[in-house]
């Protein structure tokens, strides 16, 4: 696919506010096709493509979940995790609010709110991750532990087997 001229988004400018090092890597954004596609079109395993999930707890309040590619998120065992009565997905213009991110180009990173972020621990076990990058059809890897250094993530262990 070819790159597009202009990469810059909210998230790649927080990324080098950092000093972060990230590589970029485009594919062609399939809707619904999720991560089984960014994975095979990067020719990487789904398990290190990291999800950006948004959602709210039962007062609505609203919390960034990084998932595996490959795995769910099991809402029950997150809301006792993160100390909440209940969690469950935004719906997708509620998210793009808090994120300023169209669903499906979802990133954690430079979100037009400050939100908690969850994120799976078996994700740091991971050598190179693959995040989306703020638009859709785009990829930023990445060490995990630069989401740690610069989001500060709480870990849980939420997802389903």
């Known amino acids: 696919m070819k790159r597009p001229s ?11 506010a950092k000093g972060v090092a990230f590589s970029e890597h485009f594919y062609e954004y399939v809707e619904r096709g999720g991560t089984a596609v960014s994975a095979a079109a990067l020719g990487v395993p789904e ?3 990291v999800k950006t999930l948004v959602m709210e707890d039962e007062s609505g309040a609203p919390l960034i ?8 998120v099991s809402t029950k065992n997150l809301a006792r995790q993160a100390g909440r009565k209940r969690i469950e997905p935004c ?4 998210a793009q609010r808090h994120t300023g991110y169209q669903v499906g180009g979802t990133s954690p990173f430079g979100t037009r709110k400050a939100m908690p972020v969850y994120m799976e621990r078996s994700i740091t ?3 190179r991750i693959y995040i ?5 059809g785009f990829l930023l ?12 993530p709480q870990f849980v262990e939420a997802a389903l087997a």
Do not use: C, W, Y
């Open 6 to 16: 202009h990469s810059e988004t909210p998230a790649t400018q927080f990324l080098r």
């Open 132 to 136: 989306n990058g703020g638009r859709r």
């Open 91 to 94: 719906k997708p213009e509620v």
């Open 65 to 72: 979940v990084l998932m595996h590619g490959d795995r769910e």
């Open 47 to 49: 398990h290190a493509v």
């Open 141 to 152: 890897g990445l060490a995990p532990g630069e989401i740690v250094r610069t989001l500060a």
């Open 125 to 127: 076990e991971v050598e």
